[in-house]
């Protein structure tokens, strides 16, 4: 069993950063594959990025490619998500996933309650 808690949203301009973390509890964080999700109101859940268990491998929604970073410390049982250049489209309710390493909900099995982030223009 994973819990997962999501922190570090809220309000920012146009073309500023935010970090968004998640810690999990649980002794077994370092076998899943992590990922961020995002959702607006009136929308599905839509994938973010994926890291794999080590780190070594990680994939981006074409959206946020090149922009967003995610990267993981196995050993503080947490996952990241680095957001840079953000803009209004990026704005939602983030969620830290935890299950197979993929860009589809059906893949991730551990859900967190979410945190919220918001561009303004």
């Known amino acids: 069993q994973v819990q997962l808690v999501e922190s570090g949203g809220g309000l920012v301009q146009a073309g500023g950063s935010l970090r968004l973390s998640c810690a999990a509890s649980?002794?077994?964080?370092?076998?899943?594959?992590m990922g961020w999700f995002r959702q607006v109101p009136g929308k599905e859940r839509e994938f973010v990025a994926s890291i794999n268990w080590s780190g070594g491998r990680t994939f981006y929604a074409g959206s946020v490619k090149g922009r967003f970073t995610i990267s993981r410390d196995n050993a503080k049982n947490t996952v990241y998500l680095q957001m840079n250049s953000l803009k209004s489209d990026d704005t939602g309710v983030y969620y830290c996933?935890?299950?197979?390493?993929?860009?589809?909900?059906?893949?991730?099995?551990?859900w967190g309650q979410g945190t919220q982030v918001t561009v303004s223009s």
């Open positions: 649980g002794r077994t964080f370092s076998s899943y594959a």
């Open positions: 996933a935890g299950g197979n390493y993929g860009g589809s909900r059906s893949e991730y099995g551990y």
